[in-house]
């Protein structure tokens, strides 16, 4: 499950040591999933021997989820509105949801400041896609908003590997339509031979790129940077991929995804010093927390 390290200008406890908390969040993903694991086969035994049960199965079962997974955390997870997964299927996609709530809170969060979360994020099928579909060692930010020389600078999404920096642009239509790389500055939308212009992707791939670029070589870091525009709905058109850009559309998308997700390598250090590099010169806006809030440091 890949890491949410940055979302857009928010206070994250990646900012305060990205050394620890990539490990962290491992080891507790880890831990978690075996707590959970081990209670859902008790309770699938239980159910399957017809058991007495002393309270609702739904209550029972997610009320000790969520009082061991809330231990240090105030993640939503409403026990009486969640059925007892009947898979291990349905149990890993329960618990990848209760993760996303958890890195939610990580990436607004520290220990002493806040910062005002869009519940809308809650819902982000895109941003779960890129959470739930990738390695843990794969780091993101997430609509991130660069400081440089007091002006503030939107970024496309960062994908921070071992092996290399991936900035990606997703652009997706309906699943009808070819979408034709024409040039740097405009593309189109073929619809049976009906074209709908846009804006090049190439545009602000090629922006962020540069930002990513200039503080890796400020820092004297280095990780190559490559592009990449994604469509996971859509075929693209085109003649020649630019110089370190790739197209990856609804044909080629599996294939990539899968070559990201069998990378084996582990956290390495320049990676998280080009992370710490990218945070040090993020915008974030915070405040302090309430002082009745009580925030722990784990799980």
Known sequence: MGQLIKLENYISRYQQDI??????????????WKSLFDMWELRIEALQLEAPEEEPQNQSFFSRWRTLFNKHEEIEVDPLEQPIPQSEDQLKQFFLDSIFEFQLNW??????????LDRNYRND??????????????LFMYKPIFKLKKAAVDSDLIMITPVAVYVIKL???????????????VWFYDDS??????????LSLKRSAKIIQSIIDFHDLDLPVNRVVLSRTNTIRFNLEPYQTEYVDRDRHEGWLQRQRQLSSPLKHQQLKVAEALLNH???VSVNRPEWEQPEEEL
């Open 107 to 116: 990436a607004s969060t520290t220990l002493s400041q806040m910062s005002f």
């Open 19 to 32: 050394f620890h908390y990539p490990s962290q969040f491992s080891r507790l993903k880890q831990e978690n």
């Open 193 to 202: 031979n009906i074209q709908t212009k846009f804006m090049s992707p190439l």
């Open 171 to 185: 652009v997706e239509g309906p699943s009808n339509q070819t979408i034709v790389a024409d040039s740097d500055r």
């Open 125 to 138: 099928l895109i941003l779960k896609y890129f959470l739930q579909r990738y390695p843990d060692t794969f």
């Open 282 to 284: 993020s915008d974030t």
